[in-house]
């Protein structure tokens, strides 16, 4: 999850592949459910707080629950806008 952040670095690499703006768009997803799912937002602490790995952000059950009440992207894209500060995340 963090590697990708390395691609902003002028030289480096070519651009994120087509399996980072995947995962992006995923976790952009996850996060703006997890905003308002409190089953979702415990796996997200857990992951970041490195007590489960980051599998578990892809369980069948994490991920039927946030393709089935995720928002949509244009939504997911300001949730993760404001976390960030307003940076562009490529989704």
């Known amino acids: 999850m963090v590697a990708a952040n390395d691609l902003a670095f002028p030289g480096v690499g ?3 592949t087509a399996a980072m703006r995947l995962m992006n768009a995923y976790l952009a997803r996850l996060l703006a459910t997890a905003a ?3 089953e979702l937002a ?3 602490v857990r992951v970041a707080g490195l007590v489960d790995g980051p599998g ?3 369980s069948p059950r994490t991920a039927l629950r946030v393709l089935r009440t995720g928002p949509t992207r244009a ?3 300001k949730v993760c806008a404001r976390a960030t500060g307003g940076a ?3 989704l």
């Open 14 to 16: 070519t651009g994120p």
């Open 36 to 38: 308002n799912d409190a």
């Open 42 to 44: 415990a796996v997200f």
């Open 56 to 58: 578990a952000l892809l």
């Open 75 to 77: 939504a997911a894209r």
């Open 88 to 90: 562009d995340l490529p």
